[in-house]
């Protein structure tokens, strides 16, 4: 055992996991010594307790005696009372949380943290409940304990207090993920009707990463859609279920056009769900008010940038002198209403962007250079997407985009230490790398051996050759060209939209006439094949045909 006593446990959870390969998840559920036995009824129960205890033996591990249940309907497992219909909190526990002295110090708070978030399955929006107290465990943060701190501290505690009783999962139900995001965090919560209304299995609640605050709400909506099926697919995978989100858009998620790397990383993982998603007025995560008022902006920013003295003189001084921003703040001084997009403060001007204002940055180059430095040098060279998407978003001037774009590109230290690691080519130059998802594609068919209880016993095998996302779409034997051109643009195109490329080996149905004519006449799609009697060419395809063949 490596490092002595360091990995005691998880030298010996390895042992277990290795002991009771075949019965995990079937019918045990082990956690280093504690070892959990469900069955269906008291006859199969045997059966499974006697094939446990014959593993023991031969693995030479002993059982105490007095510390073991046999046969019980009700245990306490891992701080959990169990029983096969719920799962809730271990009173004891719950006790010792509600006693739980005001932390006056970070490792105090940590050790409160500990413990409650343990049972944060249990509490709606824990992590938005909690964001006074996490934020005092942040580094640079003093500890400084006040009124939030303590009605945070006193409602995880209530919200434990008041009983909170959970569900067990029942396969044969239908699952409902509700969902909701604000600027400080994303909250869900799994649910299933039993007869007698939803009735939640899990809470969920994640707090909101720094670079995603400022993004839109349409941003956090979907960052919140992919975290709660994340957290959930080992309920959802492979089964239809409902959403609800107050954010009507995302019922057009996979129709928008033009999306960032992002959100396109996001779709991917999101599609491989079968859902439908439902809008649902007033979710029970509401969405807080974020923005303080205009006259502490600039102390904001001065929270958030690192500011050079006199900026502040600077702005007021030069946006009177721009040709562009001045007309309107002289519209705006005679009569306010005549400019509804805009509004001053303090003799700077301000674009209102939804619920979200930005500053008008004045077109005086030291200035704007020097908001470029703060978003992109100051702030750890990221590339222009985070420079862009994040750090300027407090800001509007004309042309931003494409002097960011500039600015990230020509900086002399991304230059130095942002190197290329691609090896040189040799004499066989493979297919070039796609600029992105669902650029290219490479596509092959390949047969099951068998046949499903639909008749279909061939798979098209869909493969991005940027991400590895794999698409499969079921088909019968020798379906023909029309078919696959049905499905194709049904179970694809319709959902991901047209690639630019289609790598593919010359088979009869990707040489025909229709084939061509769909592809490159209506989609523009430009057709790269490979030469005959080399399926290397296409090999990513034919890998993964491999690993499909040896699917159940």
């Known amino acids: 055992m490596p490092f002595a006593l360091t990995n005691a446990p998880t030298t010996f959870q390895s042992l277990m996991d290795k002991v009771f390969h075949s019965q995990i998840n079937r019918f045990v559920v082990v956690y280093l010594d504690d070892i959990l036995i469900f069955s269906k009824s008291m006859k199969e129960y045997m059966r499974h307790l006697e094939e446990v205890l014959q593993i023991l033996k031969v693995a030479q591990l002993h059982l105490n005696l007095e510390k073991s249940e046999f046969g019980r309907e009700n245990v306490i497992y891992l701080g959990h009372p169990l029983s096969a ?186 599609v491989v769900y079968d859902f439908e998603l439902r809008h649902k007025k007033g979710c029970y995560n509401r969405v807080a008010d974020a923005l303080s008022r205009h006259p502490e902006y600039m102390t904001c920013l001065v929270g958030s940038y690192d500011l050079r003295k006199n900026l502040k003189e600077e702005l007021i001084e030069h946006t009177a002198k721009d040709p562009e921003l001045n007309p309107i703040l002289e519209q705006i001084r005679a009569d306010p209403s005549s400019q509804p997009d805009f509004h001053e403060c303090k003799g700077l001007l301000f674009r209102r962007y939804g619920k979200h204002d930005r500053l008008c940055v004045p077109n005086h180059e030291p200035i704007l250079t020097h908001f470029l430095d703060l978003a992109h040098g100051r702030s750890g060279h990221f590339g222009f997407e985070k420079t862009y998407g994040n750090r300027l978003q407090k800001f509007v001037w004309p042309g931003m985009k494409g002097m960011a774009r500039k600015f990230v590109t020509e900086c002399e230290v991304c230059q130095c230490i942002k190197l290329s690691w691609q090896k040189p080519y ?98 523009g799609i430009k057709l790269k094949m490979t030469s005959g009697r080399h399926p290397e060419a296409n090999g990513l395809a034919e890998e993964i045909n491999q690993t499909v063949i040896q699917l159940p």
């Open 85 to 270: 219909a719920s799962l809730e909190p271990e009173a004891i526990k719950v006790e010792v949380i509600c006693k739980w002295p005001q932390p006056t110090n970070v490792h105090e708070l940590h050790s409160f943290f500990g413990l409650v978030s343990y049972y944060r399955k249990f509490v709606p929006n824990f992590s938005i409940i909690a964001q006074p107290l996490s934020r005092l465990t942040s580094k640079n943060v003093s500890y400084t304990w006040d009124g939030k701190c303590t009605t945070a501290f006193q409602a995880l505690k209530e919200a434990l207090a008041s009983q909170p009783v959970l569900r067990i999962a029942d396969p044969k139900l239908a699952f409902v993920v509700t969902k909701d995001a604000n600027l400080y965090g994303t909250g869900a919560v799994l649910q299933q009707d039993d007869g007698d209304g939803l009735r939640p299995l899990e809470f969920y609640s994640k707090r909101m990463p720094s670079h995603k605050v400022a993004a839109s709400t349409y941003m956090r909506e979907r960052y919140a859609l992919r975290e709660a099926l994340d957290h959930c697919k080992h309920y959802l995978l492979g089964r239809h279920f409902e959403v609800f989100s107050d954010h009507e858009t995302l019922k057009w998620i996979q129709a928008q056009n033009n999306r960032s790397t992002t959100l396109t990383r996001w779709l991917h993982e999101i």
């Open 426 to 523: 040799g004499l066989l130059h493979p297919l070039p790398i796609p600029d992105g998802p669902g650029e290219s594609l490479s596509i092959d068919f390949t047969d099951m051996g068998k046949k499903s209880r639909n008749g279909n016993s061939q798979v098209m095998v869909i493969v991005d050759r940027f991400s590895n996302f794999l698409n499969l779409i079921p088909l019968p034997p020798h379906a023909p060209t029309d078919l696959v051109i049905k499905e194709f643009k049904k179970k694809y195109i319709l959902q991901c939209g047209p690639p630019k490329t289609l790598v593919s080996d010359r088979d009869t149905r990707f040489i025909s006439a229709d084939w061509k004519d769909f592809t490159s006449q209506i989609y």
